[in-house]
């Protein structure tokens, strides 16, 4: 697909999309030091700031309902009755999120025993070049009201495949480090990267005739 | 550097984790191949895209169902917490 040279091209400048830190108030240490100490109205702030967070985040590992409520309500409980392990030494956040990744896996292989195998090698024979290339234009989804917006966005995660779908999740939704992402999930640092590409580009096909050119217009 | 080897390195060029070698020789590609630029950017907005969309709220019948749940059994995991909930 490559074509000859065109005159002045404009490179858009790839920003690093926002870290975990943009997640968390800068009160938080205090709030879980206060929960710590046995403070229940400091971990309800705590639930109250994530628990839509986490909720979005079991539902699309269980893309169950009812499973995503548990696993929600269990990973919570479990954060609260095992605070004291919690030492600090990563953000609250990324241990709740490593909780609820946990509850929402449980269901899940309860559920669908033969579909979720995280370790497992993925078939590499698909071709991963790009077959749909068109431009989005500017602020895409600008196009879109705010709900339509949220089930289109759940519908194409929801589509993937468990094992990308999950990877996805942690990497780009809740903003995980690679590393952490491997390690919330047992996986290698390499079969991340890989599963993440692959999810990446589902998706950008998935979103592709929502959003190109003429789209919704 | 062909098309192939630019989605190979999609996600760690994405990412900024690539060296700044590597990095050059894909952004030389970028400004000669239109189709390439597209991947990239449109793969970026996707990621954005998902990265900056707002949670919808709690249903409201879930959000009471796990307040009334961590109601009953936080007071039972730590018996001794202050109930100032």
């Given at each position: 697909m490559e074509k000859s040279p065109v005159n002045s091209p404009k490179l858009n400048p790839v920003q690093h999309h926002t870290l975990p830190s943009q997640v968390v108030k800068a009160d938080e240490p205090e709030l879980v030091a206060a929960a710590k100490s046995g403070d229940i109205s400091a971990f309800d702030t705590l639930v109250n700031r994530y628990e839509r967070k986490i909720f979005r985040l079991t539902q699309n590992i269980t893309q169950n309902r009812e499973d995503a409520e548990d696993a929600m309500q269990e990973a919570f409980l479990k954060a609260y009755e095992h605070l004291d392990n919690f030492e600090g030494n990563s953000r609250f956040y990324?241990?709740?999120?490593?909780?609820?990744?946990?509850?929402?896996?449980?269901?899940?292989?309860?559920?669908?025993?033969?579909?979720?195998?995280?370790?497992?090698?993925?078939?590499?024979?698909?071709?991963?070049?790009?077959?749909?290339?068109?431009?989005?234009?500017?602020?895409?989804?600008?196009?879109?009201?705010?709900?339509?917006?949220?089930?289109?966005?759940?519908?194409?995660?929801?589509?993937?495949?468990?094992?990308?779908?999950?990877?996805?999740?942690?990497?780009?939704?809740?903003?995980?480090?690679?590393?952490?992402?491997?390690?919330?999930?047992?996986?290698?640092?390499?079969?991340?990267?890989?599963?993440?590409?692959?999810?990446?580009?589902?998706?950008?096909?998935?979103?592709?005739?929502?959003?190109?050119?003429?789209?919704?217009? | 550097m062909r098309c192939r080897d630019i989605v190979r390195e999609l996600a760690d060029y994405l990412d900024e984790?690539?060296?700044?070698?590597?990095?050059?020789?894909?952004?030389?590609?970028?400004?000669?191949?239109e189709d390439c630029r597209i991947v990239v950017d449109t793969t970026k907005q996707t990621i954005d895209i998902f990265c900056n969309s707002e949670p919808a709220p709690l249903p409201q019948t879930t959000r009471q169902r796990l307040h009334e749940a961590l109601a009953k059994r936080l007071r039972r995991a730590r018996p001794g917490a202050s109930p100032q909930a």
């Open positions: 990324t241990w709740l999120v490593r909780i609820a990744v946990n509850q929402a896996l449980m269901k899940l292989r309860r559920r669908r025993p033969n579909v979720v195998s995280l370790d497992e090698e993925i078939d590499t024979g698909e071709d991963t070049m790009p077959r749909e290339i068109e431009d989005w234009g500017p602020s895409p989804s600008d196009r879109y009201e705010q709900t339509e917006m949220g089930d289109i966005l759940s519908k194409a995660i929801g589509d993937l495949d468990p094992s990308f779908r999950i990877v996805f999740q942690l990497r780009d939704i809740e903003q995980l480090s690679t590393e952490e992402t491997a390690e919330a999930l047992g996986l290698s640092v390499p079969a991340v990267k890989s599963r993440l590409l692959r999810a990446r580009l589902k998706l950008r096909q998935r979103l592709n005739p929502y959003f190109r050119r003429g789209a919704n217009s | 984790a690539l060296d700044p070698t590597l990095r050059a020789s894909i952004e030389e590609h970028l400004c000669k191949c």
